[in-house]
């Protein structure tokens, strides 16, 4: 396989053939990201991508997952992208799965005709980085959309049947009052959009980074590990809505905790509570390791 710079995927990609059809990310400009500042955002040609594909499939002569690479591959004109997803799907017959990262205003430069075009040709899951639902932070930390349009995003995103990923970061407004308004707000926004799955990350500074620098300048204090679990269990508290998958095994948090909301809901509180109760590092990952 042929890939430019580091390639990054969801944890739960792990098992999928992983399809490079953008360089970078449309909107880079997330202050607490590093993934893709080596990397001048592009959308690869149709020839090269489906050289890729016919690579892949001599390589691993059938996949049954496929996750499209690099940030935000939505971004792509949809003609082009249903082109693929039709190659992907006429050269691997096992295919049941297509997923991507998509943006906030990638998908919202996207009809509801157009999405329900990609859902129908195979795109089958969307991550979308909603990271909060306080209003002023989601300016801070610059993901170029308002709490509406990151609502509007995601709910097109799920009217047209794509399953969604809403990925949240616990730990993204600092130490302060501000760390339960944006518990709340994300468990409030999380509740109008109905996703399918919530993923939990927890902020850890990368070097190059806007965030990385106001840490180091004093300027953003990181929640010890025991306040992300207060944010966890303010989320879980107050998510309302039902058949919720949350996934918290991601390797950036401090308790890999997973369940579904409403029907795991006491027993995933009762978790952290127990370990917020008893303040012991032992129930926690330590930071070695630790990663994104």
């Known amino acids: 396989m042929r890939y430019e710079g580091n390639i990054f995927r969801p944890f739960s990609e792990a098992n999928s053939y992983l399809l490079q059809c953008t360089i970078g990310c449309s909107h880079n400009?997330?202050?607490?990201?590093?993934?893709?500042?080596?990397?001048?955002?592009?959308?690869?040609?149709?020839?090269?991508?489906?050289t890729d594909i016919k690579m892949a499939k001599a390589h691993y002569g059938d996949v049954e997952k496929v996750f499209l690479c690099d940030g935000d591959a939505i971004a792509i004109e949809n003609d082009m992208l249903l082109e693929i997803l039709a190659e992907l799907y006429q050269t691997f017959p096992s295919?049941?799965?297509?997923?991507?990262?998509?943006?906030?205003?990638?998908t919202l430069s996207k009809s509801i005709t157009e999405l329900s075009a990609l859902r129908a040709a195979?795109?089958?899951?969307?991550?979308?980085?909603?990271?909060?639902?306080?209003?002023?932070?989601?300016?801070?930390?610059?993901?170029?959309?308002?709490?509406?349009?990151?609502?509007q995003a995601?709910?097109?995103?799920?009217?047209?049947?794509?399953?969604?990923?809403?990925?949240?970061?616990?730990?993204?407004?600092?130490?302060?009052?501000?760390?339960?308004?944006?518990?709340?707000?994300t468990a409030r926004i999380t509740n109008e959009m109905n996703p399918q799955y919530l993923a939990a990350l927890t902020v850890t500074p990368v070097p190059g980074t806007k965030l990385f620098r106001q840490v180091q300048?004093?300027?953003?204090?990181?929640?010890?590990?025991?306040?992300?679990?207060?944010?966890?269990?303010?989320?879980?508290?107050?998510?309302?809505?039902?058949?919720?998958?949350f996934v918290g095994s991601h390797a950036s948090n401090y308790?890999?905790?997973?369940?579904?909301?409403?029907?795991?809901?006491?027993?995933?509180?009762?978790?952290?509570?127990?370990?917020?109760?008893?303040?012991?590092?032992?129930?926690?990952?330590?930071?070695?390791?630790?990663?994104?």
């Open 29 to 50: 400009r997330c202050t607490f990201c590093g993934m893709y500042k080596d990397k001048k955002y592009r959308v690869r040609s149709l020839e090269e991508i489906k």
């Open 95 to 106: 295919l049941r799965h297509v997923g991507s990262y998509v943006g906030p205003q990638s």
């Open 122 to 151: 195979g795109l089958t899951k969307a991550y979308l980085g909603v990271e909060t639902g306080d209003e002023q932070l989601l300016q801070e930390v610059k993901k170029g959309v308002t709490y509406d349009e990151m609502l």
């Open 154 to 185: 995601g709910k097109n995103l799920v009217n047209c049947g794509i399953n969604l990923s809403s990925m949240v970061l616990l730990g993204l407004a600092g130490k302060g009052p501000r760390s339960r308004e944006h518990a709340l707000a």
């Open 217 to 245: 300048e004093g300027k953003f204090e990181l929640l010890d590990p025991f306040e992300t679990l207060e944010e966890m269990k303010i989320i879980f508290e107050n998510i309302t809505i039902d058949n919720l998958h």
């Open 255 to 292: 308790l890999p905790i997973k369940g579904t909301l409403q029907k795991d809901k006491q027993q995933m509180v009762d978790t952290v509570n127990k370990v917020l109760e008893s303040r012991d590092s032992r129930y926690l990952r330590s930071e070695k390791m630790r990663g994104l």
